[in-house]
């Protein structure tokens, strides 16, 4: 089982920037990427980016293409989330996962499915103001 901690959340105005990392620890014997998601008040859980692990594969919702950006350091096992030029609809409840995703993508929704991810950390709050 591998355990996540999440950090870097915090409160922004509109056009601003932060990034949140997450240290992976234990092992990941099913996993083979890493995504953020987030939640916000009243809504689904959502999926933001994934990374693969085995290829570096980037996956992206469309509405955060182009202003986030997903990496990771495995001398770290650490993956970031890049988040730049924020909206308030950004704002909400930021996890980070591990989870088992398709060795063949056949779509980007299937990737970013939360359904495919079963270790989660505890979140970290990002709130963007207009």
């Known amino acids: 089982q591998v355990q996540l901690v999440e950090s870097g959340g915090g409160s922004v105005q509109a056009g601003g920037s932060l990034r949140l990392s997450c240290a992976a620890s234990g092992h990941r014997f099913s996993s083979n990427c890493l995504g953020w998601f987030r939640q916000a008040p009243g809504k689904e859980r959502e999926g933001v980016a994934v990374?693969?692990?085995?290829?570096?594969?980037?996956y992206y919702a469309d509405s955060v293409k182009g202003r986030f950006t997903i990496s990771q350091d495995n001398a770290k096992n650490t993956v970031y989330l890049q988040m730049n030029s924020l909206k308030p609809e950004d704002t909400g409840m930021y996890y980070c996962?591990?989870?088992?995703?398709?060795?063949?993508?056949?779509?980007?929704?299937?990737?970013?499915?939360?359904?495919?991810?079963?270790?989660w950390g505890q979140g970290t709050q990002v709130t963007v103001s207009s």
């Open positions: 990374i693969y692990s085995t290829n570096g594969g980037l």
């Open positions: 996962a591990a989870g088992s995703c398709p060795t063949v993508p056949r779509a980007v929704s299937l990737v970013l499915s939360p359904r495919r991810f079963n270790s």
